[in-house]
C-alpha cells in the first residue's frame, strides 16, 4: 500500500468530489452507512461491495493487475515451500493469486516475521532515499495528513476496494484524514484475521509512521470488514489495539484455530 502513496506524486492532479461525515477516530470499530464510495471496478448490479458473507466480484484492468503482479512477484521469494505459483508472467497474476502468496508467506512465520517480509518487500519498491525525500515533502501536518488521505482512495483501490475520505478528529482537531474502506478487498479474499493485521494493519502503520514520519492508524471493523485509515494519529502499541484479541474467522478462514478464543497468527 504505502509505495504507492509515494509513486503517485508523479502522476497529474486530479479532483475528487467527497461527501462530509463527521467520524471519530478512537481506536474501535467503526459502523458507516451511506455515503458516495469509488467505485473501482465492481462487477456488482449495485456498483457496491457484496453484503457481509459474500464475495466482491471485480472487474480488474491493466493499472490493478500490474501492481498485483508487482506485488505477487516481489514476496514470492519468500513464500513457502508448498507454493506453486512461481514462474508467472506480468499479467498472469490475478488478485487471488496475490492472496495465495500473501498466504504463503504468511505459514510458518510467527507475526513479527511476517511484518519483516512485507517492510523488505514494500522497501524494494521503493527508489533510494525516498523515505528521506517523503519526509521532506510531507512533514507530519494536517495538510500532508489529508493529502495523503486523499491519494489512498484512487490508488489504494486495487488492493482494498472502494473507499472515501471521511472527516476525523487528530488530537482535539478536526481533519479530513480519514479513510473509510467499505469492505475491505484483501480481508474479504484472504478471510483471514492474521494476515489483515501482520500483512497489512501493522505493517503499513509501521511504514508511515516510522519511515515516513507520518503517524498512520489502520482501524479494522472484523463485524462488516470495513477499516478506517487515520493518517495524522499515531498508532497505539500493538498489545493495547483491540485487534490483538481478535479471533479467528472460523467460518472462512482456510487456516483457522477453530478451538482458540484468539487468532493464533497473533499470538506468536
Request: proline fraction near 7%.
Amino acid at each position: 500500500m504505502v509505495v504507492l502513496s509515494y509513486q503517485v506524486l508523479h502522476f497529474p492532479k486530479t479532483n475528487h468530489h467527497h461527501h462530509h461525515h463527521r467520524r471519530s477516530s478512537t481506536i474501535k470499530p467503526h459502523h458507516h452507512h451511506g455515503g458516495s464510495f469509488l467505485r473501482c471496478g465492481i462487477a456488482e448490479p449495485s456498483g457496491q461491495p457484496a453484503p457481509m458473507g459474500q464475495k466482491t466480484k471485480y472487474n480488474d484492468g491493466v493499472f490493478e493487475k500490474v501492481f498485483m503482479s508487482l506485488f505477487a512477484r516481489k514476496m514470492e521469494k519468500f513464500s513457502g515451500k508448498g507454493y506453486k505459483g512461481q514462474n508467472k508472467g506480468l499479467f498472469d497474476y490475478d488478485y487471488d493469486s496475490f492472496v495465495d502468496v500473501s498466504r504463503s508467506v504468511m505459514i510458518g512465520r510467527n507475526r513479527i516475521q511476517q511484518q519483516e517480509v512485507v517492510r523488505e518487500v514494500l522497501m524494494s519498491m521503493l527508489p533510494p532515499g525516498a523515505p528521506e525525500q517523503f519526509k521532506k515533502l510531507f512533514p507530519p501536518t494536517k495538510w500532508a495528513a489529508e493529502f495523503n488521505a486523499a491519494l489512498t482512495v484512487p490508488f489504494f483501490h486495487w488492493l482494498v476496494g472502494p473507499s472515501e475520505v471521511v472527516e476525523v478528529e487528530v488530537n482535539g482537531v478536526k481533519q479530513r484524514s480519514g479513510v473509510l474502506i467499505k469492505k475491505c478487498r484483501y480481508l474479504e479474499n484472504s478471510g483471514c484475521v492474521g494476515m489483515c493485521v501482520n500483512m497489512c494493519k501493522i505493517p503499513t502503520q509501521d511504514f508511515f509512521t516510522n519511515e515516513f514520519g507520518l503517524p498512520l492508524t489502520m482501524i479494522p471493523n472484523f463485524e462488516d470488514m470495513s477499516c478506517e485509515m487515520v493518517y495524522g494519529q499515531a498508532p497505539p502499541k500493538f498489545e493495547e489495539d483491540p485487534v490483538a484479541k481478535q479471533p479467528c474467522f472460523t467460518d472462512i478462514c482456510s487456516v483457522a484455530n477453530t478451538s482458540s478464543s484468539i487468532c493464533p497468527k497473533l499470538q506468536v
